[in-house]
């Protein structure tokens, strides 16, 4: 059965900082994967997603991650942390055929410090 | 082009009524799936609709069931509530699915209170 891990519940890092988000995903077929930021009292908005093209995928606000089959990974990261990158990241697999049938991670909110 | 739009945004409800969420997708959308988001259990996958009919479904009980309309909009109606209902409700459009990889576009969320 597929399953999507993300490693902390939280993170806190400083404004301009390395932001870094785990996720392991198991899947026993070719996965797709999403990365989703949801703001307070909001929906959920796609960041970037892997469809087994590129294995390392860019996304909006800066966000790129890298697709590591050997290691089952998809981590999420930008360069440098900007106070509006506070929200709380999911990290997705996409299973099934012929329909979606998404399974989420736990979550993981991001505090940003100035 | 509108998003995805939800109602009611806000809903309080007695354990044991039944209640009724909407969802109107993108234009052009023929794919909607619903989740349900709580602090304990994260976000989990409802049922998806395509062109009327369910295509995949949830472990949710049979309490919990959807629609949808020719003209995409979509409801899910959830009877005999809980007080463990209480959640978002998320409903989240796309325009088709094949493989899979059609990004998905959330509405802002149905927040159901079970008392």
């Known amino acids: 059965a597929q399953s999507v891990t993300q490693l902390g519940s939280h993170v806190s890092v400083s404004e301009g900082a390395l932001v870094l988000l785990r996720c392991n995903y198991s899947s026993s077929v070719p996965p797709y994967l999403f990365w989703y930021v949801q703001y307070p009292n909001q929906g959920l908005q796609l960041l970037l997603k892997y469809t087994s093209a590129a294995t390392l995928v860019k996304g909006i606000n800066g966000f790129e991650a890298e697709f590591k089959k050997s290691e089952t990974s998809f981590h999420l990261t930008k360069p440098s942390a900007h106070m509006s990158d506070a929200a709380e990241y999911f990290c997705a697999v996409s299973v099934g055929t012929g329909g979606f049938k998404t399974i989420f991670g736990a979550g993981t909110r991001l505090f940003v410090k100035a | 082009k509108a998003g995805v739009t939800q109602t009611p945004r806000y809903l309080i409800k007695t354990r044991g009524q039944q209640v009724t969420l909407s969802c109107s997708p993108i234009?052009?959308?023929?794919?909607v799936s619903w989740y349900q988001q709580t602090p304990g259990q994260g976000l989990q996958f409802l049922f998806e609709y395509f062109s009327e009919t369910q295509r995949n479904k949830g472990n949710f009980p049979g309490r919990f069931s959807g629609r949808q309309f020719s003209n995409s909009r979509s409801e899910m109606n959830v009877s005999t509530l809980e007080l463990g209902d209480s959640a978002l409700y998320l409903c989240?459009?796309?325009?088709?699915?094949?493989?899979?990889?059609?990004?998905?576009?959330f509405g802002p969320g149905t927040r159901l209170t079970v008392l």
């Open positions: 989240a459009s796309s325009l088709e699915s094949v493989g899979n990889t059609d990004t998905q576009y």
């Open positions: 234009s052009g959308h023929r794919s």
